[in-house]
């Protein structure tokens, strides 16, 4: 079965905080504001979608900022989608799948903190929520989220 695994970054895999610190493991510091930090088990859960399928970054951050977040974690995706790439309703990002996903994979796996802003309703497309990470560091919100694509 082809399968295609579509990650959100932010609150999902990793969370950017301007706070002092956070608990979690830094990842990097964006500028003298923003501080990033690695959710626990990201790079496990990560390298397991890779293992699986195909793997595509889908956020509604700014495409420089995905690309470091994904550089950092050693995500290497098919296709980084960012806010340009979002349609705005409402004066939201909203997310999309596109017709061509539908077409090339039996499966669509969405792993997203934010399953609201998705435009979409097709049976294909399984998503996975993960409680939205906070910089904790003994977060375990993709555990349940590993144990489920295994």
């Not at 088990?41 to 509604?60: D, F, N, P, S």
Request: aromatic share 10%; with cysteine; glycine share 4%.
């Amino acid at each position: 079965m082809k399968q295609l695994f579509i990650l959100d970054l932010d609150h999902t895999v990793i969370y950017g905080s301007f706070a002092e610190s956070e608990s979690a493991m830094l990842l990097f510091r964006y500028h003298q504001y923003l501080t990033v930090y690695e959710r626990p088990l990201a790079r496990e859960l990560i390298k397991l979608c890779q293992e699986k399928g195909t793997v595509m970054v889908y956020t509604t951050a700014l495409r420089r900022y995905a690309k470091m977040i994904c550089n950092s974690l050693d995500i290497n995706p098919v296709e980084l989608l960012s806010r340009k790439n979002c349609l705005i309703q409402d004066g939201k990002h909203k997310k999309q799948i596109k017709a061509e996903w539908l077409e090339n994979y039996d499966k669509i796996v969405i792993i997203d903190d934010s399953p609201n802003v998705w435009l979409t309703e097709v049976n294909k497309i399984e998503f996975l929520v993960p409680d939205e990470f906070r910089g904790k560091l003994e977060d375990l919100g993709l555990q349940k989220i590993i144990e489920t694509i295994k």
